[in-house]
């Protein structure tokens, strides 16, 4: 479960892994900048994006639907156009959209959160075909990984900075029950970042300024922790044509000169073997 760097790019603030359609994608958001990696050929293609991008996820339709800093947006990966779609918060200049998921019927997951990391602005939404909606899950700083069981029926939605993951029941209609508390990560141990399940319905979360990534079971339990050289690991995605690596990005955001010097491998992407398959990401219907 050793993590090796496969991709030296020192992304400030790399995130939003996801693995569709043969390739890796993800991002660096402060970089404003998209990539997709087939591992396959060894390529590696960059976009720039129009403002700070969060995540970029496959639709239905065969593009990608991005989350900018202004709003959700259609990005064409063949002219490398970025077009804006949608924005949820067009009253809170100072909030960007973070992080996503879809569940098994293709709605889209995401939240959004306080640029500046103070206000308690961060609200998780529910795009399904065309609308968008807030959910009433409460809001806070930073929203973070929106993760979704196999049978769309749980919901995982993390507050970072409130080192609290919650465990949400979903209806079919995408009708959000009262979030219950699932796990918290203790002081000392990093901020939950991205998260992401695997085949056996465990959860992976990714710790920032933790030094690794950790998998819980269904009840919360902790089974197993993957230790980087880096301190701030972003989020993983299950790739490869079994989806049986793990791709992790990474950070160096935070870093000054004396700790970009003794991590240098921040902001790198990451493989290792989870020993476990992943889920196939499901299109957006949108």
């Not at 079994?242 to 921040?266: F, I, N, V």
């Amino acid at each position: 479960m050793t993590p090796e760097p496969i991709l030296p790019l020192s992304l400030t603030l790399g995130e939003g892994p996801v693995w569709t359609g043969g390739a890796l994608w993800f991002v660096d958001i402060k970089g404003h900048a998209l990539y997709r990696h087939v591992p396959a050929t060894g390529t590696l293609e960059k976009w720039q994006a129009p403002d700070q991008i969060g995540w970029a996820l496959p639709t239905v339709q065969g593009d990608m639907l991005a989350g900018v800093r202004t709003g959700l947006h259609r990005f064409d990966p063949v002219s490398g156009a970025f077009t804006h779609f949608h924005d949820p918060e067009p009253h809170l200049p100072g909030n960007r959209l973070n992080d996503a998921t879809t569940d098994v019927a293709g709605r889209v997951w995401f939240g959004s959160m306080d640029d500046a990391e103070a206000a308690c602005s961060g609200q998780l939404y529910c795009l399904e075909k065309g609308q968008c909606r807030p959910t009433a899950v409460p809001a806070v700083e930073i929203t973070n990984g929106p993760a979704i069981t196999r049978d769309g029926q749980t919901l995982y939605h993390t507050d970072t900075l409130g080192k609290q993951i919650w465990k949400v029941s979903a209806e079919a209609d995408g009708t959000l029950g009262t979030p219950q508390p699932f796990i918290r990560i203790e002081e000392g141990a990093g901020w939950p970042d991205g998260s992401v399940l695997d085949s056996e319905g465990c959860l992976w979360v990714a710790l920032f300024g933790g030094w690794g990534v950790r998998r819980y079971d269904p009840q919360g339990r902790l089974m197993q922790t993957v230790t980087f050289p880096v301190a701030n690991v972003t989020k993983i995605a299950f790739g490869g044509d079994d989806l049986r690596t793990a791709y992790a990005t990474t950070a160096h955001k935070g870093l000054d000169a004396q700790g970009r010097e003794a991590q240098p491998l921040a902001g790198h992407v990451f493989a290792f073997d989870p020993q476990v398959a992943g889920l196939p990401v499901v299109p957006a219907h949108i």
